[in-house]
């Protein structure tokens, strides 16, 4: 079965800086996606993390976008935009806290890599 896709003025866009939290519950995977704010500041004036999409998949559908991500991720390496070896993403900061945690839907953690410095904060190129 072939899926026509709309013509691209039709195709609605969504920026994010990141993935804030993924969750798994009632057999659904649940990924908040998040951007810095133009308005929240944390102390020292830099901006904050919010949540802005939250995309939600089947647990095949999920499992299909891992390995989509993951083709990208050697394509980018293959056409020298990533060095090779890329696999690893930074930790994201500690200050970046899960957005909610219930029974229902307990958080996804991967075990952070160990960075020779720690992680800074989620950058946007919106707010340099």
């Known amino acids: 079965m072939t899926i026509e896709p709309p013509p691209d003025d039709r195709i609605p866009e969504l920026y994010a800086d990141g993935v804030f939290d993924i969750g798994f519950g009632n057999g659904m995977v649940r990924i908040d996606l998040f951007s810095l704010s133009a308005l929240r500041k944390d102390d020292n004036g830099q901006p904050l993390p919010a949540i802005r999409q939250r995309v939600v998949m089947s647990l095949p559908g999920?499992?299909?976008?891992?390995?989509?991500?993951?083709?990208?991720?050697?394509?980018?390496e293959a056409a020298g935009v990533l060095p090779p070896g890329t696999g690893a993403v930074p930790a994201p900061a500690a200050s970046v806290a899960p957005a909610f945690q219930s029974p229902v839907q307990a958080p996804v953690q991967a075990k952070p890599a160990s960075p020779a410095t720690p992680p800074g904060r989620p950058r946007s190129p919106n707010f340099g």
């Open 62 to 76: 999920f499992l299909a976008s891992l390995s989509a991500l993951e083709g990208m991720r050697q394509r980018l």
